[in-house]
């Protein structure tokens, strides 16, 4: 494994342990955000967006952007292409263009077409969506999650992370005329799967994010009761119970949450 193939394995990681784990990461700016008048009125499909994004980078960018593409004209078989999506994905995440970043990551999942690879791009998409309040990125990168987590689901009905990932877009990115649909699925999943802590994080997260603070209370602990070994639920404890005003219990599930980083 060569260093841009190891740094598409920890890109991809990360993004999984974004959303599977819960993670309280924070999407870094992106610059195409800076360019989103540009694509204003036009086509606000891939290729327009990276128009736009190769016109800010600089000199030595261009050339190392140009070598990746080379190579993928010079790929001779799906495989071979797919490897280098996956370094032109996570190249373009290393400089903070995570719509583009989410792209390269769609293509390869077309190609693999894979319930894991369908997620990355989705993951991707998600946290591009949650880093930016554009319009036009927004509608861009929460139709592309969302298509990509039900083609996960589509290949991989049983695993209950996708669903669970696919109503967080939702609750970042309501449907106008649907806007409690993520409520509704979590719902839905927590009576299908009473056992699975992923569940109970994402409505403890949703909680959270209305200020229902004794919900989150409540959600949560019915995850750390269910799953001990994910890092991230004592961190969203320490929230939510810092918001309910149990500043000894925030304090001691904040102690554990900085224990597993």
């Not at 494994?1 to 784990?21: C, D, R, S």
């Not at 952007?65 to 495989?79: F, H, N, Y």
């Not at 970043?101 to 993951?123: R, Y």
């Not at 602990?221 to 500043?247: F, M, R």
Request: a negative charge; aromatic letters at 8%; one cysteine or more.
């Amino acid at each position: 494994m060569n260093k841009a193939q190891y740094l598409a394995l920890l890109v991809a990681t990360a993004v999984f342990l974004v959303l599977y784990l819960g993670f309280d990461t924070k999407a870094p700016a992106h610059k195409v955000v800076e360019r989103s008048r540009s694509i204003q009125g036009e086509s606000t499909g891939f290729e327009a967006m990276l128009d736009a994004a190769k016109a800010n980078l600089e000199t030595g960018q261009s050339e190392t952007l140009q070598a990746l593409e080379q190579r993928l004209q010079q790929a001779k078989s799906d495989t071979a292409r797919a490897s280098v999506l996956k370094e032109l994905s996570a190249w373009w995440y290393t400089q903070r263009n995570l719509p583009v970043a989410g792209g390269f990551a769609e293509q390869v999942a077309e190609l693999e077409n894979a319930d894991t690879a369908w997620s990355v791009a989705g993951a991707t998409f998600y946290l591009a969506l949650s880093g930016t309040q554009d319009p036009t990125l927004r509608q861009y990168c929460g139709t592309h999650a969302v298509k990509a987590f039900e083609s996960a689901i589509s290949l991989n009905p049983e695993r209950v992370e996708h669903r669970v990932n696919l109503a967080l877009v939702y609750a970042e990115n309501p449907p106008p005329d649907n806007p409690m649909q993520a409520v509704l699925m979590l719902r839905e999943l927590e009576q299908k799967h009473p056992e699975n802590a992923s569940v109970y994080n994402a409505l403890g997260r949703l909680a959270i994010k209305t200020g229902q603070w004794d919900r989150a209370v409540s959600r949560l602990e019915k995850s750390w009761s269910l799953d001990k070994t994910n890092p991230i639920t004592p961190c969203l404890l320490a929230k939510a119970y810092e918001g309910a005003g149990q500043a000894d219990k925030a304090n001691e599930f904040a102690t554990v949450c900085n224990q597993n980083k």
